[in-house]
């Protein structure tokens, strides 16, 4: 190889194959019909702030059109929509297409009498899919139905995004199953609420935090984590709002926990297909035991152990 072809090498690997800057929206939505208006607009005028900033991939939190604090079934279902027919994807897909970028954001989904907490993601080009939260938090369980759409893993222009919801990122499996589907980014939308203390450690960010470092880096993905702040009736949220590398460390800081506002980095997405070989001789992939992994996830329990 002559320098000139090793130069030439070089210049090809080190430019990006698929750059995106990716955006996290962190906001205070409130529950109530009154209030749905003054969310998505809010969460849209720090997503054109974004956008303005460069962004190409925009996540907002869960709920982020509705609010969180549900006084019963009956306003669950006063603010739920179709998914993608109803008004606020119609207002994240406008936002899209003007900006040319890909937007995720959560909202109660309503298909037929059920209710779901649901992760939809649009692109210029309109609607491209959606996730049901597979785990429910609390009293969630006593107006939505648990996700029944399994992992998806969506195709897009910039890469391969998974999407995850809140309580999700506490069971490994949900993670590990984006990756193994070929996920470039996990796009984590959540109203991660305040629980017993100690809330925060000495650098002020919390355990959901920690687990979705925890998560990107033994999955070897990125992960833009996107969640609220502020107080909804009786719920306090934690902020911390955060994007990882695939090494699992934060490549823009982590938010406040008060603060509304957005954060972004600059990754090369498919960057990540590459990421889960460490050495030589370690491949995460490969490495996995999975002929020993029957009894972690609750199959032939009896025969976990030789007797």
């Known amino acids: 190889m002559t320098p000139t072809d090793a130069a030439q090498g070089q210049d090809h690997q080190d430019h990006p194959v698929s ?89 109660v989904e309503r298909a037929g009498v059920r209710l779901f907490d649901t992760a939809v993601l649009v692109g210029p080009d309109g609607y491209v899919g959606r996730y049901r939260k597979t785990h429910l938090w609390n009293r969630e369980k006593l107006w939505f139905t648990p996700g029944d759409l399994g992992f998806p893993v969506f195709e897009t222009p910039i890469g391969r995004i998974g999407l995850l919801i809140c309580w999700d990122i506490w069971f490994p499996e ?49 992960i833009a984590a996107a969640n609220r702040v502020g107080t909804d009736r009786d719920a306090r949220f934690l902020g911390n709002s955060l ?42 992939i490969r490495d996995r035991r999975t002929d020993l992994y029957d009894p972690l996830l609750g199959y032939r329990l009896g025969q976990a152990f030789p007797r």
């Open 19 to 107: 750059p995106a800057r990716v955006a996290v929206v962190q906001f205070a939505p409130r529950a109530g019909l009154d209030n749905r208006e003054a969310n998505v607009g809010r969460a849209l005028e720090l997503a054109e702030r974004a956008a303005r900033d460069g962004a190409t991939l925009i996540v907002l939190p869960e709920l982020a059109s509705t609010g969180y604090s549900f006084r019963d079934r009956a306003e669950a279902y006063a603010h739920a929509e179709d998914v993608p027919s109803g008004d606020t994807v119609a207002r994240w897909e406008e936002f899209a297409r003007r900006h040319g970028v890909h937007l995720v954001g959560g909202l």
């Open 174 to 222: 949900v993670p590990r199953l984006l990756a193994q589907q070929g996920a470039d980014i996990i796009c984590s939308v959540n109203n991660w609420v305040w629980t017993p203390p100690p809330i925060f450690d000495e650098t002020g960010r919390c355990m959901a935090a920690y687990l979705t470092m925890t998560a990107a880096h033994v999955n070897n993905v990125y």
């Open 243 to 284: 994007i990882t590398g695939t090494n699992g460390w934060p490549v823009a800081g982590v938010a406040g926990a008060e603060e509304e506002t957005f954060l972004a980095a600059d990754l090369d997405i498919v960057a990540a297909r590459s990421a889960p070989i460490w050495t030589p001789l370690n491949d995460l």
